[in-house]
């Protein structure tokens, strides 16, 4: 036993002058070679400057590219609400014998180059919230007739765990009633034991407001062809997948959809599945195809559908330009100045410092 524990030990002994002790020692006293630069002033200063002088010329192109885009922004949800309903502003939404229809009047400040790009945009609308509070709290708000159906409701949302975000089935949107994966849109999967597609709670809370914009006595068209992704109408909405049930139940939740017309053909729909990451956001609503001239006054006939006053959220109409660069958007012009800026004044600062103490 002792001669083969010997043994034993011999194997598992390295002797200290052979390469692995060498190198293993090394390893632990951090010895190993590594590149250690040794920074001067002069490199410092240097480089701080050849940064300032490249974020600068950067920031300032794409700040100017940014401040090229034209926009208007009007918000209506608050003015298309009659004087006799401005105190209680749900009731007026969900009245459906009232007219829902307004008029704004918007004026092109600077001239606007086609194409001129419609956007929707809500704000305070968590589309991406991933609590089962909001779904219910999404859910039970937007209802148009909720009061006769308030235990039903309860009922089943108590029954339900769905997340707004996950409250749909990508496998039925490109695939239709052959997919059963739809456990995940509950509650707004069937709807008098008859399957819903598009089903969920996205699709169901789609927007619904719709525009019309004249421009003199000529009506300005709108192309609303090719506003969302292609890859998404491509491969995540079948082309032969079309609207079944949907939005029949006594809850109606937003807009409703063509059932003659496949999923991968309604854009709007598309548009609005595709979840923002933000409280506020703009969604595209479609194009206006020709120049609008400085001073020219645009009326817009809206029907104001959409429910955002339930859970205190704000609806505005915005018409913007783009650039190079996309819309307007000035933090990523600034980001680079501010970087390139302090860049520079660090390296004065560090010349200075170095002209008085040096070395």
Same mark, same amino acid.
């Given at each position: 036993?002792?001669?083969?524990?010997?043994?034993?030990?011999?194997?598992?002994?390295?002797?200290?002058?052979?390469?692995?002790?060498?190198?293993? &020692?090394?390893?632990?006293?951090?010895?190993?070679?590594?590149?250690?630069?040794?920074?001067?002033?002069?490199?410092?200063?240097?480089?701080?400057?050849?940064?300032?002088?490249?974020?600068?010329?950067?920031?300032?192109?794409?700040?100017?590219?940014?401040?090229?885009?034209?926009?208007?922004?009007?918000?209506?949800?608050?003015?298309?609400?009659?004087?006799?309903?401005?105190?209680?502003?749900?009731?007026?939404?969900?009245?459906?014998?009232?007219?829902?229809?307004?008029?704004?009047?918007?004026?092109?400040?600077?001239?606007?180059?086609?194409?001129?790009?419609?956007?929707?945009?809500?704000?305070?609308?968590?589309?991406?919230?991933?609590?089962?509070?909001?779904?219910?709290?999404?859910?039970?708000?937007?209802?148009?007739?909720?009061?006769?159906?308030?235990?039903?409701?309860?009922?089943?949302?108590?029954?339900?765990?769905?997340?707004?975000?996950?409250?749909?089935?990508?496998?039925?949107?490109?695939?239709?009633?052959?997919?059963?994966?739809?456990?995940?849109?509950?509650?707004?999967?069937?709807?008098?034991?008859?399957?819903?597609?598009?089903?969920?709670?996205?699709?169901?809370?789609?927007?619904?407001?719709?525009?019309?914009?004249?421009?003199?006595?000529?009506?300005?068209?709108?192309?609303?062809?090719?506003?969302?992704?292609?890859?998404?109408?491509?491969?995540?909405?079948?082309?032969?997948?079309?609207?079944? &049930?949907?939005? &029949?139940?006594?809850?109606?939740?937003?807009?409703?959809?063509?059932?003659?017309?496949?999923?991968?053909?309604?854009?709007?729909?598309?548009?609005?599945?595709?979840?923002?990451?933000?409280?506020s956001f703009r969604k595209l609503y479609g194009r206006i195809e020709e120049d609008l001239e400085a001073d020219d006054v645009?009326?817009?006939?809206?029907?104001?559908?959409?429910?955002?006053?339930?859970?205190?959220?704000?609806?505005?109409?915005?018409?913007?330009?783009?650039?190079?660069?996309?819309?307007?958007?000035?933090?990523?012009?600034?980001?680079?100045?501010?970087?390139?800026?302090?860049?520079?004044?660090?390296?004065?600062?560090?010349?200075?410092?170095?002209?008085?103490?040096?070395?």
């Amino acid at each position: 036993m002792e001669l083969g524990r010997a043994r034993s030990l011999a194997v598992r002994t390295i002797p200290r002058d052979s390469p692995s002790s060498t190198a293993l &020692n090394k390893f632990k006293q951090q010895n190993l070679p590594a590149c250690k630069p040794v920074l001067k002033p002069s490199c410092v200063i240097t480089s701080f400057l050849v940064v300032g002088f490249i974020f600068l010329p950067i920031g300032l192109t794409t700040l100017c590219a940014s401040r090229t885009v034209v926009e208007i922004v009007d918000r209506y949800d608050s003015g298309c609400v009659p004087g006799a309903f401005r105190s209680n502003k749900v009731s007026f939404i969900k009245d459906t014998s009232l007219p829902k229809n307004c008029s704004r009047i918007l004026k092109v400040r600077k001239h606007m180059k086609a194409p001129i790009y419609i956007y929707y945009q809500l704000d305070n609308y968590y589309q991406n919230h991933r609590s089962s509070a909001f779904a219910v709290n999404l859910f039970s708000k937007l209802v148009v007739h909720l009061f006769c159906f308030r235990e039903l409701l309860k009922k089943s949302l108590r029954k339900s765990v769905s997340k707004y975000v996950k409250s749909r089935s990508d496998q039925q949107l490109l695939h239709g009633l052959k997919s059963n994966k739809t456990s995940s849109c509950d509650p707004e999967e069937f709807n008098n034991g008859l399957p819903v597609v598009p089903c969920g709670l996205i699709a169901w809370s789609l927007f619904n407001d719709t525009y019309t914009f004249i421009r003199g006595t000529k009506e300005l068209r709108i192309n609303r062809t090719n506003i969302a992704w292609e890859s998404d109408r491509d491969s995540k909405f079948g082309k032969h997948v079309y609207p079944h &049930n949907f939005q &029949n139940g006594t809850l109606i939740g937003g807009g409703k959809l063509d059932p003659h017309i496949p999923l991968s053909d309604q854009e709007d729909l598309i548009v609005w599945m595709r979840t923002a990451a933000l409280p506020s956001f703009r969604k595209l609503y479609g194009r206006i195809e020709e120049d609008l001239e400085a001073d020219d006054v645009i009326v817009v006939h809206l029907m104001n559908n959409y429910n955002t006053y339930s859970f205190g959220g704000k609806k505005k109409l915005v018409l913007s330009t783009s650039s190079w660069l996309g819309g307007r958007n000035d933090f990523l012009g600034v980001a680079y100045i501010f970087v390139g800026g302090s860049s520079i004044i660090l390296s004065i600062v560090f010349l200075l410092l170095h002209m008085k103490n040096s070395r």
